[in-house]
């Protein structure tokens, strides 16, 4: 048993460090558009940062569908039943690809309204602006998000982590380029982003058409021997006895042949199952912050600005339990069912330990921290205890996050999500219930209960749920 909670362990660091690269990236992509657009003025960078931030929301849209693609082929094991969840996540990424960019062309006007009244036409301009080139661009982006799942659901987190780093690369060399060399603006950073976003798209593209799906006669052919010495039926070929490691023990290759389900609407709607409780939990999760900083903002700018300037710091910490999360989803689809719950227990093994290291950091290196975002006295103080209350959130939020990706892989997918809204709605409450006795402590304390709450029901529901099922026709057995 300790043998093989140490090999999912294993498993799961070599699958996440890529993934939190990738996700670094991101975020770094973002702050280099901030950075170069900052030295033309508040108005511009006030532009480019709400800009950025509206892209992060409706990531959870499209989150659906990669996760679901991810899941799927990560879960099957026959060349039919990956393509169909490729075709399945293609047809629903583009079909959201629509309606988000549609939905964003015709709003962005209303939407940089709510931000900028008319005494801030520079900055409303700008956005405009910015946004007129980034929204489209996003069909870009959700394309190079698409290819990045077909990758991790062979496996394969370390091409999507290079491409992510090329695209920075890239921007690297266009923003300066466009912005002021070109005389661009705004606008040129819009179009640095998109087109570095663009051009590793296309190489990705290339990588993943030469990229095999697996091989259903190879896969096949010693699938009886294997069976043979998993369930005790008789005794392996030697050849096939010296393969035969706790890895491969744990996830054989399949025995049956199963139908894989057909047509382009039924592998569309499978895939937007496998990922919608991902993709939900995520918005819920956004939805969810949201509501806190309304009631953040009831304590004024200060408060506003150091929450602010916290939930960003606590990105780098957030980024690693959402890079476990990723690789539990892979490594559980892609084991055999009875294995979910070693696997969500390693999860959280791993997930806690850098929970624990994280909550360590920001409690004490947090005046430090302040310190590199703002020199105004009051934004500090109330950002310094705030950093410190997530030593009390950072622990179960981080068990949390890195068992929900077990638990989307298997049976656990529709409770997890009910999980995640019960406690969004426990945070709102909580929050707003204590935030009048106890003030801006309350507000912290409400998080660190909800986070709690959340993990026991989790933990709870990975207990009774033990062996996860299988997703859909195709998966391992």
């Avoid at 929204?135 to 190079?144: D, E, K, T, W, Y």
């Avoid at 069976?227 to 025995?255: D, F, I, K, N, Y």
């Amino acid at each position: 048993m300790g043998g093989e909670g140490k090999s999912h362990r294993r498993a799961i660091v070599g699958l996440a460090w890529p993934v939190y690269v990738e996700l670094l990236a991101g975020v770094i992509a973002g702050v280099v558009d901030v950075a170069w657009v900052a030295r033309l003025g508040p108005a511009p960078m006030a532009a480019v940062a709400l800009a950025t931030n509206l892209e992060n929301l409706v990531l959870g849209l499209i989150l659906v569908a990669t996760a679901g693609t991810t899941v799927l082929i990560a879960a099957r094991t026959t060349l039919a039943g990956r393509r169909a969840a490729i075709r399945g996540g293609v047809t629903l990424a583009a079909a959201t690809t629509v309606a988000v960019v549609g939905a964003g062309s015709l709003m962005r006007g209303p939407v940089v309204d709510l931000f900028f009244d008319a005494g801030e036409a520079e900055a409303r301009h700008a956005a405009l602006g910015f946004l007129a080139i980034s929204i489209p661009g996003l069909a870009v982006s959700f394309a190079q998000l698409t290819v990045d799942a077909v990758f991790k659901g062979l496996g394969d987190t370390r091409t999507p982590m290079r491409l992510a780093m090329g695209t920075n690369a890239l921007i690297l060399v266009l923003d300066p380029t466009l912005i002021y060399g070109f005389g661009l603006g705004v606008r040129g950073a819009a179009l640095a982003t998109v087109a570095s976003r663009f051009v590793m798209f296309a190489v990705g593209w290339a990588l993943v058409r030469h990229r095999s799906l697996g091989d259903e006669t190879t896969a096949e052919a010693g699938a009886e021997e294997v069976e043979r010495a998993v369930v005790g039926v008789g005794a392996p070929s030697r050849s096939t006895a010296a393969r035969l490691t706790p890895a491969a023990v744990a996830a054989p290759a399949p025995l049956p042949r199963r139908s894989v389900p057909t047509g382009i609407l039924t592998e569309t709607l499978e895939v937007a199952r496998a990922g919608a409780p991902l993709g939900g939990d995520f918005l819920a999760r956004m939805a969810g912050a949201t509501a806190l900083a309304t009631v953040v903002a009831t304590f004024g700018v200060a408060a506003v600005a150091a929450y602010g300037i916290g939930t960003k710091a606590m990105y780098f910490a957030s980024m690693a339990f959402y890079a476990v999360r990723q690789a539990a989803t892979i490594h559980t689809a892609r084991s055999q069912p009875g294995q979910a719950s070693r696997i969500g227990r390693a999860a959280v093994t791993v997930g806690v330990g850098l929970g624990l290291v994280a909550a360590l950091v920001y409690a004490g290196a947090a005046p430090w921290i302040m310190a590199a975002f703002t020199d105004r006295g009051d934004v500090a103080a109330v950002g310094v205890e705030f950093l410190r209350w997530l030593a009390l959130y950072l622990v179960p939020i981080s068990a949390v996050i890195s068992l929900s990706g077990t638990l989307a892989a298997g049976r656990g997918r529709s409770r997890l999500l009910l999980v995640t809204l019960a406690g969004t709605v426990a945070l709102v409450v909580l929050a707003r219930g204590l935030a009048g006795p106890f003030g801006l402590a309350g507000v912290w304390a409400a998080m660190c209960g909800s986070a709690a709450l959340q993990c026991a029901a989790l933990l709870v529901l990975l207990r009774r749920l033990g062996a996860g099922a299988p997703l859909s026709a195709g998966t391992r057995p």
